[in-house]
T-cell receptor, first 111, second 116 residues
Framework: SQQGEEDPQALSIQEGENATMNCSYK?????LQWYRQNSGRGLVHLIL?????REKHSGRLRVTLDTSKKSSSLLITASRAADTASYFC???????????FGKGTMLLVSP | DAGVIQSPRHEVTEMGQEVTLRCKPI?????LFWYRQTMMRGLELLIY????????DSGMPEDRFSAKMPNASFSTLKIQPSEPRDSAVYFC??????????????FGEGSWLTVV
């Protein structure tokens, strides 16, 4: 079964606005990663946050992690049309060497 | 770095035919994953290899699916016989080590399979 669940399923915003996507998961994790998928392409790693971290930044990306609520959020600031893609959270757990992905959030950024 | 290379990129086949998907992982990576992506079920892990050995194949749907990794630079996913419900995008991915160490997984561009 899916470990992560992204919310919302779809998000439509204007260029320059911020986009926030949320991810909830069910079991304890070691790390949580966010990936991006452009239409018709493979997934590309964006950022990783470890279970002992609460916030991480990379360029226009900001990720938070709340292990008590088993949730994470991805914030994209000052969005651009090129940010249009699907965004997935992925978790790994103690004893498992694989990543479990959510179903993703489809982000549409209009010029 | 060429990245993870998959072939074919697109395949349309008739029900009952054998389908073979191929993957070349990134050189030096010892973990290889096959995922399947559909609108209904999202991204599902089919099988995970470590050092060419299948470690977790619990996601393989049924006996019609088989995967091999004869060496560190090549893997195949075979469906025989294929059925329309197998239509999906199949991704191969690789990483330096298992994902539970926080290693990044690198995906190929996918093989788009349509079974008619």
């Amino acid at each position: 079964s899916q470990q992560g669940e992204e919310d919302p399923q779809a998000l439509s915003i204007q260029e320059g606005e911020n986009a926030t996507m949320n991810c909830s998961y069910k079991t304890s994790i070691n790390n949580l990663q966010w990936y991006r998928q452009n239409s018709g392409r493979g997934l590309v790693h964006l950022i990783l946050i470890r279970s002992n971290e609460r916030e991480k930044h990379s360029g226009r990306l900001r990720v938070t992690l709340d292990t008590s609520k088993k949730s994470s959020s991805l914030l994209i600031t000052a969005s651009r049309a090129a940010d249009t893609a699907s965004y997935f959270c992925a978790t790994d757990s103690q004893g498992y060497s694989t990543l479990t992905f959510g179903k993703g959030t489809m982000l549409l950024v209009s010029p | 770095d060429a990245g993870v290379i998959q072939s074919p990129r697109h395949e349309v086949t008739e029900m009952g035919q054998e389908v073979t998907l191929r993957c070349k992982p990134i050189s030096g990576h010892n973990s290889l994953f096959w995922y399947r992506q559909t609108m209904m079920r999202g991204l599902e892990l089919l099988i995970y290899f470590n050092n060419n050995v299948p470690i977790d194949d619990s996601g393989m749907p049924e006996d019609r699916f088989s995967a091999k990794m004869p060496n560190a630079s090549f893997s195949t996913l075979k469906i025989q016989p294929s059925e329309p419900r197998d239509s999906a995008v199949y991704f191969c991915a690789s990483s330096l080590a298992g994902a539970n160490s926080g290693n990044t997984i690198y995906f190929g561009e996918g093989s788009w399979l349509t079974v008619v």
